[in-house]
Every structure is written in structure tokens, then in C-alpha cells.
């Protein structure tokens, strides 16, 4: 026996469920996407919150760079070789197009890249450093990785913040992170960056865990379209086997 039509009931149950389950996979998302953006917030807040501390007490150079060292504040205080300032092209920062000036730090522990700020344009000359002792605030980072598709550049041009050249061209030993400075002072004295037309770089973004409140928010939601359609199922399985049973015939009336 066959099944029978296909009844207008199903087909407009089929499109209520259609309207709910993309309702619930899309809330689901919207909650994932609030789930990442508050672990991400969680992550700045809590390396942000620890207590700033010298670099030489964090790390030591040529030593490897640690997951939590990433926005960890430090300081440092040594004196800039503006002869080895290396200038990083193609970056951007609000929409701006430019480069980084990295100068090597040299404290008396070891040379410390730091990250001064950012520039307009590749310029055809780098800010010079203040002089003297330099006391550098900010957070840390890691290198980047070479670029090996990319065509040559001239000198202090580079494509990334290469750790591993850096070594073996600057002099002493190389810490194994970069310091995004926020403030340079010297002699206590704050420095201001637009004098020397740079704009600090702010610290990237940390790898974080979920927030795990929004992202069972974001599963329930889930959950809810797979109740639908297992609702939906249920529905028409029972209606098809209702349609499917036999009609007995009426008793004739007997006189």
C-alpha cells in the first residue's frame, strides 16, 4: 500500500522547521562569536592585570618564548643602537598604511628588540632613539616568522620581525621576545613618540580559551534545532502511520 500525497499540513510544518533551525544555528554562532570575544577579553584583562615587573626577571636571552609571556608587562632600561634600527614594511594601524621601527635595547643583561612605534609610509630615513639610559615600559611578544616568498629589501628594510636573523646581526645576546613599547622616559622624563613621528603599536591579540557561560549559551541554542527537527520527525512519522492504517468497513444495519 503506498504512502499516500504528501499533505499541506507537512509542507507548512516543513517550512516552520526550516525558519527554526536557521533561527537556532545562526543565534548558535552569534553566541560562539560573543563566546571568543569574551575569552579573547578575559585573556588581555588577566595579562594585563599582572604586576610589571623587569624583563631580566621574566626572561633571560636566547631563552625560549613562554605561551603566558604574551602582553605581560615589563620594563626594561639600557641605552638604543640607532645604527642596527631595522624598519618592518607593509604594516597598517587604523586603516593607515606604514611601517614599524624596531631598535635594539641594549641592557646589561642582553638586547632587547623594541617595538618604538609606528610610522606613514617606508621613510627613507628612521627617528633617531633618544640617547642616554633609556627606561622602556610596555608588553611582550613574540618574533615573527621570515618571510621566504618575499622579494629582497633595502637595508634597514625588512619583511618581519625576524628573531632568529636578528641574532646574528646585532651585537650581544638577543632576547628571544619583542617589547612593544607604551612609554619611554629618560632621566624620568616621558617621552612623547608623535614628536618623533611614530604612534605606538598596540599588543595583539591573545589566543584564548571559550567563555564557557556564552558557549553552552551558543550549544543550547543548538540543541534546540535538533529538538525541532526531531520533533518534526516524530510528527509526520506518526501522522504517516495513521494514514497508512487500514480503514475497517462500517457494519451494514441489519432491519
Not at 612605534?117 to 615600559?137: K, Q
Request: glycine share 8%.
Amino acid at each position: 500500500m503506498s504512502a499516500g500525497p504528501v499533505r499541506p499540513r507537512w509542507i507548512g510544518l516543513l517550512l516552520i522547521l526550516a525558519v527554526v533551525v536557521t533561527a537556532c544555528t545562526l543565534l548558535g554562532l552569534w553566541q560562539l562569536g560573543v563566546a571568543q570575544d569574551r575569552g579573547r577579553a578575559e585573556a588581555v584583562a588577566a595579562a594585563a592585570s599582572l604586576e610589571r615587573e623587569p624583563l631580566e626577571q621574566v626572561t633571560a636571552p636566547h631563552s625560549a618564548f613562554e605561551a603566558d609571556f604574551s602582553n605581560r608587562p615589563v620594563s626594561a632600561t639600557g641605552t638604543y643602537d640607532a645604527d642596527d634600527q631595522i624598519l618592518v614594511v607593509d604594516r597598517r594601524l587604523d586603516g593607515r598604511a606604514g611601517s614599524w621601527v624596531v631598535t635594539p635595547l641594549q641592557t646589561p643583561q642582553g638586547t632587547v628588540a623594541v617595538l618604538r612605534g609606528f610610522v606613514d609610509g617606508t621613510p627613507a630615513r628612521l627617528p633617531e632613539p633618544p640617547a642616554g639610559r633609556v627606561t622602556v615600559l610596555g608588553t611582550l611578544g613574540p618574533g615573527e616568522s621570515p618571510r621566504t616568498d618575499a622579494s629582497a629589501l633595502p637595508e634597514p628594510q625588512r619583511h618581519a620581525i625576524d628573531l632568529a636573523a636578528l641574532v646574528n646581526e646585532w651585537p650581544g645576546r638577543l632576547y628571544n621576545v619583542v617589547l612593544l613599547a607604551s612609554s619611554e622616559s629618560v632621566g624620568g622624563t616621558a617621552l612623547d613618540p608623535a614628536a618623533a613621528g611614530l604612534a605606538r603599536v598596540p599588543p595583539p591579540d591573545l589566543p584564548s580559551h571559550l567563555n564557557l557561560r556564552s558557549a553552552a549559551y551558543a550549544i543550547q541554542w543548538w540543541v534546540f534545532g535538533l529538538f525541532a527537527i526531531w520533533m518534526f520527525a516524530k510528527i509526520i512519522r506518526a501522522e504517516w502511520l495513521a494514514q497508512r492504517q487500514p480503514v475497517a468497513p462500517k457494519e451494514e444495519a441489519h432491519a
